[in-house]
């Protein structure tokens, strides 16, 4: 189905492997969804997927230092909604690496959050990358690339996909990543709704609109998609965004629909609810055009904030 590019991500892997670091910055990208077709529930509470994730330029950032214990401070937009223990994605991933490797988890961790929190980018599962990735820089934990995935996975099913970045197929419950051939780079406007939405949810919305049979044209599968992001011409591409989440998100805000319409109206190539939402990412022409897009979506009032990115861009990386 895909065009799979040679495995090569541990050559691009920035990250000192054998010599530990005293103080580490990582950098990771918000992720929107491409395509996102969902299975039915699964008897473990998941829905199966099949998705095209695609990193874009909005990033958090992890900063980790030698500690006894484990330590976090937290700076940026919305983070008195996070919880600031053992539930906090970051202190989790912490957690996980360290007994992963047989170690306590002493570290002190410093998250700079810029992604909007519960918005459908992925901004909490996009911490845990990034902490796994500072957390084996600082401890030099010698781990593969393919261990480092397992421990992602643990964490959530989006988490394995924000370590390479880039735009990749996602299937099981996202968690299976392989990266898929993409040319150039695409410019979108992402309008940031007031309040976020709780991804399970979403996916309990999406259950009942189709047990009420309250659901139309499946995303199915992504092959014309994939072959758009070959072809590099963005009104291609926009014909084949496609999202199975996007019915239920509407459900639950419907007035994303103005969200959509706006973007619509000002020019933009196609808008998608991202994810399980309530972020809208729109496709422009290009980056001339995703800035005046921005600005006119702006200046209609329907979403909280909006803001330019582009993508691919890599997955967690420690920053220079
Ligand atoms: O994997 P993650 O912890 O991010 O998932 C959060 C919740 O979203 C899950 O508990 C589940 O309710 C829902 N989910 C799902 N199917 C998926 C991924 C997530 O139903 N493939």
Same mark, same amino acid.
């Given at each position: @189905?895909?065009?799979?590019?040679?495995?090569?991500?541990?050559?691009?892997?920035?990250?000192?492997?054998? !010599?530990?670091?005293?103080?580490? *910055?990582?950098?990771?990208?918000?992720?929107?969804?491409?395509?996102?077709? %969902?299975?039915?529930?699964?008897?473990?509470?998941?829905?199966?997927?099949?998705?095209?994730?695609?990193?874009?330029?909005?990033?958090?950032?992890?900063? +980790?230092?030698?500690?006894?214990?484990?330590?976090?401070? @937290?700076?940026?937009?919305?983070?008195?909604?996070?919880?600031?223990?053992?539930?906090?994605?970051?202190?989790?991933?912490?957690?996980?690496?360290?007994?992963?490797?047989?170690?306590?988890?002493?570290?002190?961790?410093?998250? *700079?959050?810029?992604?909007? $929190?519960?918005?459908?980018? #992925?901004?909490?599962?996009?911490?845990?990358? !990034?902490?796994?990735?500072?957390? =084996?820089?600082?401890?030099?934990?010698?781990?593969?690339?393919?261990?480092? @995935?397992?421990?992602?996975?643990?964490?959530?099913?989006?988490?394995? &996909?924000?370590?390479?970045?880039?735009? !990749?197929?996602?299937?099981?419950?996202?968690?299976?990543?392989?990266?898929?051939?993409?040319?150039?780079?695409?410019?979108? %406007?992402?309008? $940031? #709704?007031?309040?976020?939405?709780?991804?399970?949810?979403?996916?309990?919305?999406? =259950?009942?609109?189709?047990?009420?049979? /309250?659901? /139309?044209?499946?995303?199915?599968?992504? =092959?014309?998609?994939?072959?758009?992001?070959?072809?590099? =011409?963005?009104?291609?591409?926009?014909?084949?965004?496609?999202?199975? @989440?996007? #019915?239920?998100?509407?459900?639950? *805000?419907?007035?994303?629909?103005?969200?959509?319409?706006?973007?619509?109206?000002?020019?933009?190539? +196609?808008? $998608?609810?991202?994810?399980?939402?309530?972020?809208?990412? &729109?496709?422009?022409?290009?980056?001339?055009?995703? +800035?005046?897009?921005?600005?006119?979506?702006?200046?209609?009032? %329907?979403? /909280?904030?909006?803001?330019?990115?582009?993508?691919?861009?890599?997955?967690?990386?420690? +920053?220079?």
């Amino acid at each position: @189905m895909t065009d799979a590019v040679p495995d090569n991500r541990d050559d691009q892997r920035e990250t000192p492997r054998l !010599a530990a670091s005293s103080e580490v *910055r990582v950098r990771v990208p918000a992720k929107v969804n491409l395509h996102l077709s %969902v299975g039915p529930l699964r008897p473990d509470g998941y829905h199966d997927l099949t998705t095209v994730y695609h990193a874009i330029s909005l990033h958090d950032e992890i900063t +980790a230092s030698r500690a006894d214990t484990l330590e976090l401070t @937290m700076i940026g937009d919305g983070i008195d909604q996070l919880p600031t223990g053992g539930d906090n994605l970051v202190v989790r991933a912490a957690t996980a690496l360290a007994s992963h490797t047989g170690r306590t988890p002493g570290v002190r961790l410093h998250l *700079r959050k810029r992604i909007p $929190i519960a918005g459908g980018l #992925a901004g909490g599962s996009a911490d845990a990358a !990034a902490t796994l990735v500072a957390c =084996d820089a600082l401890w030099g934990t010698g781990l593969s690339r393919d261990e480092l @995935m397992t421990v992602a996975a643990t964490l959530g099913s989006d988490v394995p &996909f924000l370590l390479p970045g880039g735009t !990749a197929l996602g299937t099981g419950r996202g968690e299976v990543v392989s990266p898929v051939l993409a040319v150039g780079s695409w410019h979108w %406007v992402v309008a $940031i #709704a007031a309040g976020g939405l709780a991804t399970p949810e979403v996916y309990g919305e999406l =259950d009942r609109l189709r047990a009420a049979g /309250r659901t /139309r044209r499946p995303a199915g599968e992504p =092959d014309r998609l994939l072959a758009a992001l070959r072809q590099h =011409d963005p009104k291609v591409l926009a014909d084949t965004l496609a999202n199975d @989440m996007q #019915a239920a998100a509407l459900a639950l *805000r419907p007035e994303l629909r103005q969200t959509l319409h706006a973007g619509a109206e000002e020019g933009a190539l +196609a808008g $998608i609810v991202s994810g399980s939402g309530p972020s809208c990412v &729109f496709l422009a022409a290009d980056a001339d055009h995703a +800035a005046k897009l921005a600005a006119r979506i702006a200046g209609r009032g %329907v979403c /909280r904030t909006v803001r330019v990115a582009h993508g691919p861009v890599p997955g967690a990386r420690v +920053a220079h």
